[in-house]
């Protein structure tokens, strides 16, 4: 597949400088991060209950690679993660609410995809799975890289879910690059909810 990227619009200012988190202890090279996602690369980092695989949510041969590392189907969709609801406005119908009674948090919400949404992120559904992440080390990714990120659990769908950078780096090897962290306390997925009929599809 060809390296195709859609352009996106940085709606969240990306941070000069290395960032850095209390759940890492030192800081991370945002710019070398950055170059390799650019360059359709994946990466593993820590979320609130596991590992997770990401990638420019705009880069088809990336997501791509995730799917492939994961063996899951395009027709599932994928998640976003972010910072602030507004950086997932470039893939939204609307701009985004800020949502208080869910985000930032372990919720996942079902909102309608904007018509620059690619249907690699959506699968075979109209709406777009977005989330405002409570976890200090992933909300500092993106803010730092000012954008959202597809987020999914780094682990074979169906197999258990990885809950460290050594997990990562043994089962994904140089195929992902692996960022040091440390997950949260929470043991399941988030939670996936459709405000619009107001539907839990996953508690």
């Known amino acids: ?104 948090g372990p919720v996942t919400l079902l909102l309608p995809s904007g018509r620059r949404c690619p249907t690699w992120l959506t699968g075979r559904h109209r709406k777009l799975a977005v989330r405002v992440t409570a976890h200090p080390y992933a909300a500092s990714l993106c803010q730092a890289l000012g954008m959202a990120l597809v987020s999914t659990s780094a682990n074979r769908a169906g197999q258990v879910m990885l809950r460290s950078a050594a997990a990562c780096r043994k089962a994904f090897g140089t195929r992902v690059k692996v960022l040091p962290g440390r997950i949260g306390k929470r043991r399941r997925p988030s939670t996936i909810v459709d405000p619009g009929s107001g539907s839990v599809l996953r508690a």
């Not at 859609?6 to 850095?20: D, E």
């Not at 990401?54 to 993660?81: F, Q, T, W, Y």
Request: proline fraction near 12%; glycine fraction near 8%.
């Open 1 to 104: 597949m060809r390296n195709r990227t859609l352009s996106r619009p940085c709606v969240t200012p990306p941070l000069r400088h290395p960032f850095s988190s209390r759940f890492t202890g030192r800081a991370l090279p945002t710019r070398a991060i950055r170059a390799h996602l650019d360059r359709g690369g994946v990466i593993a980092y820590a979320t609130e209950s596991c590992y997770g695989l990401g990638c420019d949510p705009m880069n088809a041969r990336a997501v791509a690679r995730i799917l492939h590392l994961k063996g899951r189907p395009k027709s599932k969709g994928l998640i976003l993660i972010g910072s602030a609801p507004e950086q997932f406005a470039p893939y939204l119908a609307e701009p985004p609410g800020a949502w208080p009674e869910y985000w930032p």
